[in-house]
């Protein structure tokens, strides 16, 4: 319906103007650290300059594992790359993308191209580009950097003239031994540098150099004999650009005021909807009055559809089965939307029912949905947004960093707890449409505030299209789907096996992320290990740390062992990895498990008291 389009339209808008990749909440985006064009805008750097060690450094998802890189939140913005070598070269627009950058140096090394185009990196406040092989005129846009504190050109190609700077904040500038020409332009902030800023350069001329300028070179300086001619352009220009702005003015204003229009049209729309009686619970209610409304599972509607349409969203990315958005509601509430795409060709009945059946699961280790919503165009799941993000940032984010924070094993163990619990509970239901889950893997556990594991996106094998099941779904890649094309309950319990590997071993499984160069197919890389004895290389060195856990590990990682047996009838059902999960002892902490507990007392057993059992 129409309000969808403008909802998308809206969610589209806040898309482009802020397209931050977070640490992600569940499956959609495993990026960590890196707006997803920052990032791009880095690997196409990274591929002019043809540099080995980059091309080893500049790999992971988390910008803060890549060399000369500064990141503040998702934003890059510090870029020093000095004395590698770098031979490539770099276009004009390549900087584009950085619009948080602050510092940027490629200071000694060989790049070569044109000086870029800063007009989009405003905050820029040092730029050294000494010592390379830039040539071309020195970028205007560089005038207009108002922070801009330290400017380093030197040595290197540069031709034509020096432009106008005379922004105040400039207080370190050398443009000597390139191949500059013309007067030194007669601005406080230029002539407030000596000689040694504009040494050895093909034919600079006037204070503070001491050579004197020939009336040919005068044409330039808008401030000499030429004045008058120079007034009259410039007159002549300024019209053309109020001309010109008055007509973008009267262009914008008139768009705006269509889509204030529409806003209202949209408004009045809502609120018609609303007139209608809304019931108390409205699970309850009819199929036909729901259309086109947002189904709250839990009674009492919380907002209105109005509310998500017009709260400003952020894009998450792609997730698996379509684009999942943050919305921050007006009263500061954060959901998460996520759009479904590539449905079974279901009636709306049966999309409501199924729908019904996961909001009616109730466990405390099932990530609970908020509400949901169907029109011909759109198909939406409104989630609880999760402020500790997912499993697979835990594990994997800030590697190497001094922001990790040490993910040790009595955490690590009452998360495999968490999910073997809702495993079981998703494998004891009488609903059918509920197994397998088809997509356990670490992304889809997330954590919520008290640090506790919820498993998350349950049910949707019964309406996402089987193609793209097959394509994107953890159990999918099973053994027995590639043997008999049949998934089931044990295909679970394959890929449980999977994220307990990834939790012991704390390498990224290629389940989680197929694409990603470290991902490893963790069965057959355990087997391997188990096989040839080199059991005590497995763990993770987080959890090394505590030898008397070492039995544990050991018993769940038989555990995992068995999970991922190739043939489904020899792996354990979820019921039995519960038991046997949970007849794994913590070890009391000890001396040489103190440092850095803290997460794991949260974790462990006051984590597990909280959740009632079974
Ligand atoms: C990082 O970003 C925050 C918020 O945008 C800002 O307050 C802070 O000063 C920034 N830190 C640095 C080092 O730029
Ligand atoms: C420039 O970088 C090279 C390595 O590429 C290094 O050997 C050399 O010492 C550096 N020169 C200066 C002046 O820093
Ligand atoms: C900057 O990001 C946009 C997407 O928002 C992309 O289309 C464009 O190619 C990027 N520009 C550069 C120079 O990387
Ligand atoms: C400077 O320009 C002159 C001619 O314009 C050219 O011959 C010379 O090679 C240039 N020098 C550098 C370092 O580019
Ligand atoms: C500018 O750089 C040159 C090296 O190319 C150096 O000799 C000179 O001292 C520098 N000038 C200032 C003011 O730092």
Redesign the pocket.
């Known amino acids: 319906m129409g309000v969808f389009k403008f909802f998308i339209l809206v969610v589209l808008a806040s898309f482009v103007a802020h397209n931050y990749i977070v640490v992600a909440q569940d499956d959609a985006e495993i990026i960590i650290g890196f707006t997803e064009d920052e990032r791009n805008t880095l690997l196409a750097l990274k591929t002019g300059f043809h540099n080995t060690f980059l091309d080893e450094q500049w790999q992971s998802f988390n910008c803060i594992n890549w060399y000369g890189v500064t990141c503040n939140g998702s934003r890059v913005i510090g870029l020093t790359l ?4 770098i031979t490539g070269e770099i276009n004009v627009d390549a900087l584009f993308n950085l619009t948080a950058l602050s510092v940027l140096s490629f ?3 060989s790049i070569f191209g044109q000086v870029m185009d800063f007009s989009k990196n405003i905050g820029l406040e040092r730029l050294d580009l000494s ?1 390379n092989k830039f040539d071309g005129l020195i970028s205007p846009s560089l005038v207009n950097l108002v922070l801009l504190e330290s400017l380093q050109l030197q040595e290197n190609r540069m031709t034509g003239p020096i432009p106008w700077f005379d922004q105040s904040s400039l207080k370190e500038f050398n443009v000597s031994n390139n191949n500059l020409t013309g007067p030194i332009p007669n601005t406080r902030t230029l002539q407030s540098f000596n000689s040694l800023s504009y040494d050895h350069n093909l034919f600079l001329c006037g204070p503070p150099v001491s050579i004197t300028c020939g009336p040919a070179s005068q044409v330039n300086d808008p401030r000499s004999s030429k004045k008058s001619w120079v007034d009259a352009t410039l007159i002549i220009v300024n019209i053309i650009g109020l001309v010109f702005l008055a007509i973008l003015l009267t262009v914008f204003y008139k768009k705006k005021k269509q889509v204030n229009e529409k806003m209202i049209e949209k408004k009045k729309v809502i609120l018609e909807e609303k007139g209608d009686e809304i019931p108390s619970n409205v699970i309850d209610h009819q199929a036909k009055e729901d259309l086109g409304k947002l189904v709250f599972v839990d009674g009492e509607p919380e907002f209105e559809l109005g509310d998500l349409m017009t709260a400003s969203a952020e894009s998450l990315g792609d997730g698996n089965f379509g684009k999942t958005y943050r919305a921050k509601l007006d009263d500061g509430r954060n959901v998460i939307v996520k759009r479904l795409r590539d449905l079974k060709p279901l009636s709306r009945d049966e999309f409501m029912n199924q729908l019904r059946v996961i909001a009616d699961q109730k466990h405390p280790n099932l990530a609970p949905l908020l509400g949901y919503f169907y029109s011909n165009d759109e198909k939406l799941l409104v989630h609880k947004f999760m402020i500790n993000g997912n499993l697979f940032n835990l594990l994997h984010g800030g590697r190497g960093t001094r922001d990790r924070i040490p993910f040790r094993w009595g955490a690590r163990l009452t998360v495999a707890h968490a999910v073997a619990r809702a495993m079981e509970y998703l494998h004891m239901n009488p609903s059918s449409t509920l197994v397998p889950h088809g997509n356990l893997r670490s992304s889809n556990v997330l954590i919520d505030e008290n640090k506790c594991a919820l498993v998350s996106d349950y049910g949707l094998t019964a309406i996402i299209s089987n193609a793209v099941s097959v394509h994107r779904m953890v159990a999918f890649k099973s053994p027995e789907y590639l043997i008999s094309k049949k998934v089931s309950k044990k295909s679970d319990v394959w890929s449980y096996g999977n994220l307990v590997m990834e939790l012991l071993t704390g390498r990224v499984s290629i389940l989680s992320v197929p694409q990603d160069n470290r991902a490893v197919d963790l069965c057959s890389w355990v087997h391997r290990a188990v096989r040839e004895e080199w059991t005590a290389e497995i763990f993770d060195l987080e959890l090394m740390v505590q030898r008397s856990a070492i039995h544990g590990m050991l018993k769940l990682l038989q555990l995992a062992v068995r999970c991922c047996d190739k043939a489904p009838e020899n792996r354990p059902d979820m019921s039995e990895v519960v038991r046997e999960v949970e007849s794994i002892k913590v070890p009391n902490v000890d001396s040489e498990s103190e440092e850095d507990l803290s997460l794991d007392r949260s974790l462990t057993d006051d984590s597990m008291s909280a959740t009632p059992s079974r």
């Open positions: 000095e004395n590698l070598d200071r000694n090394n010592r």
